[in-house]
């Protein structure tokens, strides 16, 4: 059956590093992979689409990769602040059938 | 600013009393879904609605029901809740992808139900 595992539970760094989650899956294979940002009792909010035929992509301090033969997705945030604590989803899917990993909780500390 | 808003946010209900759960959006958006979600663990999709047309995921219970009785509004109902539905219940919509595309989902800020 389709697994999605996110590295770890929890990743702590210092403010200024560069903070990398990693997202593998297995037994799937999707048309895009997404990335969302989740606070403490609120929904996730949407920030990276990538597709599978593409192999990074960018926004401000935030970059994806995408490697479809190795089935891994990373997700880096440069210059790290505290204010990017929080956890982040990564989310795989074909059309309107998405499937979630359980989220890395990043704890930046200044 | 369009949005999707979920109410209430924090309901409590007795084992066994049935719920609803509300869910209206702003953004015209023509896919409604439901997600569970447990403490650290991943949004579980429910059921989804493409317009009109209900999508059930094969290992949702039967206790779990939805309506959707117009694009804006979509309500999520537990028959007889039991003490493992104890979750944060999240609302999200999309527009329909194009064929062969994506759909970057829009959530609710989640109602949080306890099952006493």
């Known amino acids: 059956s389709q697994k999605i595992e996110q590295n770890s539970e929890a990743l702590n760094i210092q403010e200024g590093k560069t903070a990398t989650l990693t997202c593998n899956y297995t037994?799937?294979?999707?048309?895009?992979l997404q990335w969302y940002r989740q606070d403490p009792g609120r929904g996730p909010v949407f920030l990276l689409l990538?597709?599978?035929?593409?192999k990074e992509k960018r926004k401000e301090r935030l970059k994806v990769t995408f490697d479809t033969t190795l089935k891994q997705s990373l997700f880096h945030i440069t210059a790290s602040q505290p204010a990017d604590s929080a956890t982040y989803l990564c989310a795989l899917g074909k059309n309107n059938d998405m499937r979630f990993g359980a989220g890395t909780r990043l704890t930046v500390k200044p | 600013d369009a949005m999707v808003i979920q109410n209430p946010r924090y309901q409590v209900t007795q084992f066994g009393k049935p719920v609803t759960l509300s869910c209206s959006q702003t953004?015209?958006?023509?896919?409604m879904y439901w997600y569970q979600q447990k403490s650290s663990q991943a949004p579980k999709l429910l059921f989804h609605y493409y317009d009109k047309d209900f999508n059930n995921e094969a290992d949702t219970p039967d206790n779990f029901q939805s309506r959707r009785p117009n694009t804006s509004f979509c309500f999520l109902d537990i028959r007889s809740p039991g003490l493992g539905d104890a979750a944060m219940y999240l609302c999200a919509t999309s527009r329909a992808p194009p064929r062969g595309g994506y759909n970057e989902q829009f959530f609710g800020p989640g109602t949080r139900l306890t099952v006493l």
């Open positions: 990538i597709r599978e035929n593409e």
């Open positions: 037994n799937y294979s999707p048309a895009y």
């Open positions: 953004l015209n958006h023509n896919v």
